[in-house]
């Protein structure tokens, strides 16, 4: 009889559907245990232990934010980055990645999507990847000549890495351990945790001072919809209530990027939820150009739509 079982029993006690993965199955210290024992490289290294994805993940993150300041979900964005890896428990050599098929790919987009919803990674933009991917390639020569062995001509050569490894490790060196040392699993794990918990509690600092920033927003622009002409406002099946949960604050951004307006929704069609479609006219009341505030028709079909 063949099993269909591809869940993992994680420290925590919970289980963990690679086919089928929810954002709360694991908890971050599961998560710190198994990028702490996924190891890259294969798991072979120049040292006694190989290098784990967790102290692999401190190091890109410690590179990016050499090259200027992060927010804190970009930061965790970084941190985060191969967090999958974590979870399946498997760190997989790029040269057999096209090896294994769509499947995997599919179970790979599948937790991605877990990790994004569970932490709220915001999406990659052109300009964000291309820096993560120079950091994380950086980190690669770093580590084939620091901690596996290859020769600078063979990362050019062979891995086909145009950077030059660092002479300095990124990352501090703990106590009684050597530069580019890898970290034994426990050590690791500790230290993953502790940088996670810390840009967890920044977000939250960072989120209660947005929420703050929204809801004085949201009065200024009901105050000032209340001062349009009767005619305009009668015009509006929403009226501003300055309320966060009954009023709907946007960022709508031309697709040619022409004009970018920030304001509440006052008209539009809703779906059975009460929330507003945005994939076809809509009307927005902002106050970005003039502080008396005026109407703007927007067409969802060419414009992309943020709910702040």
Not at 207 to 217: E, G, K, P, S, V
């Amino acid at each position: 009889m063949t099993s269909h079982r591809a869940w993992m029993r994680l420290k925590s006690g919970g289980r963990l559907d690679l086919l089928d993965p929810k954002p709360d199955a694991w908890t971050d210290e599961d998560l710190a245990i198994g990028l702490s024992r996924t190891y890259r490289w294969g798991g072979y290294s120049a040292w006694d232990l190989p290098l784990s994805v967790a102290q692999h993940s401190l190091a890109v993150l410690a590179l990016r934010e050499r090259e200027g300041k992060l927010t804190p979900r970009e930061a965790l964005r970084e941190l985060l980055h191969d967090a999958t890896e974590g979870l399946v428990g498997f760190d997989v050599l790029m040269p057999l990645k096209p090896h294994l098929g769509e499947g995997f790919a599919r179970l790979d987009r599948r937790l991605q999507r877990a990790v994004d919803r569970r932490y709220g990674l915001p999406p990659w933009t052109d300009e964000s990847y291309a820096l993560h991917k120079r950091a994380d390639r950086q980190a690669a020569a770093n580590e084939a000549y620091h901690v596996v062995g290859w020769s600078r001509d063979d990362i050019r050569s062979s891995l086909q890495i145009t950077l030059d490894p660092l002479d300095d490790d990124p990352l501090p060196s703990p106590p009684g351990m050597s530069r580019w040392e890898p970290w034994p699993p426990k050590l690791a794990s500790a230290l993953f945790l502790q940088r996670l918990g810390e840009l967890g509690d920044a977000i939250d600092v960072t989120d209660a001072l947005d929420n703050i920033t929204i809801d004085d927003t949201l009065a200024q622009l009901a105050e000032a919809f209340s001062q349009l002409p009767e005619a305009k406002r009668r015009r509006c099946r929403h009226i501003p209530t300055g309320k966060r949960g009954l009023d709907t604050l946007v960022q709508v951004e031309a697709d040619d990027g022409s004009q970018i307006v920030e304001g509440v929704v006052v008209d539009g069609e809703r779906n059975d939820t009460g929330a507003f479609y945005f994939d076809d006219h809509f009307v927005v009341f902002t106050t970005i150009d003039t502080q008396r505030g005026e109407l703007i028709r927007c067409n969802g079909a060419n414009c992309h739509v943020e709910i702040l």
